[in-house]
């Protein structure tokens, strides 16, 4: 099963909002709510972020949210900051009854 | 708070196994089902097993790798076997609940490197 699509790379100036997109198929993201979206900072153990598709752990800023639409989930963060600088990862269950990740999204914060 | 430690690693020639170790803490480990997760140099996560009730393997390690779990020591365990260059990674153990549930604690890793 083919990883979920993100794009390479996206960018934004601090305090600007960004959108990160996570692509599957209606054998994961399009029929499952299972998505979950997970923040990596160079040489550090992934930090999850949203689970559910829209639901924020405990102790993760509000600045960030999630959604889907279709077969596309989506991570937004609002109100950039220095500190959001990371690799993004989304992940999904599928009906294969595995858990699928996307390839990963580098943001920059200018 | 949860902590889970990852021991094991090292390099390996091709064809060859290798047993990782993830000590837990902080939690009723035999209330949670657990993940093996994998990252090559440079590249991004791919979710490796699962275990509960029941085992799940991703395609590219099945019928290779085992996944299994002693309740009393509280730890996870990874036999990878015939190892293939292509295994080379950094491998996390994350806590999860259901295999639909999100990786909610990690570890930091332990380094698989497979090369003659």
């Known amino acids: 099963q083919s990883a979920l699509t993100q794009p390479a790379s996206v960018s934004g100036s601090p305090g600007q909002s960004i959108t990160i997109s996570c692509t599957g198929t209606s054998s994961d993201v399009g029929v499952y709510n299972y998505v979950s979206w997970y923040q990596q900072h160079p040489g550090k153990a992934p930090k999850l972020m949203i689970y559910d598709v829209i639901y924020r752990p405990s102790g993760v800023s509000n600045r960030f949210s999630g959604s889907k639409s279709g077969n596309t989930a989506s991570l937004t963060i609002s109100g950039l900051q220095a500190e959001d600088e990371a690799d993004y990862y989304c992940s999904s269950y599928t009906s294969s009854i595995t858990v699928i990740f996307g390839g990963g999204t580098k943001l920059a914060v200018l | 708070q949860v902590q889970l430690v990852e021991s094991g690693g090292g390099v390996v020639q091709p064809g060859g196994s290798l047993r990782l170790s993830c000590a837990a803490s902080g939690f009723t480990f035999s209330d949670y089902g657990m993940h093996w997760v994998r990252q090559a140099p440079g590249k991004g996560l791919e979710w490796v097993a699962f275990?509960?009730?029941?085992?799940f393997y991703a395609d590219s390690v099945k019928g290779r790798f085992t996944i299994s779990r002693d309740n009393s020591k509280n730890t996870l365990y990874l036999q990878m076997n015939s190892l293939r260059t292509e295994d080379t990674a950094l491998y996390y153990c994350?806590?999860?609940?259901?295999?639909?549930?999100?990786?909610?604690?990690w570890g930091q890793g332990t380094l698989v490197t497979v090369s003659s």
């Open positions: 994350a806590k999860g609940n259901f295999l639909r549930s999100p990786f909610d604690s």
């Open positions: 275990d509960a009730t029941n085992k």
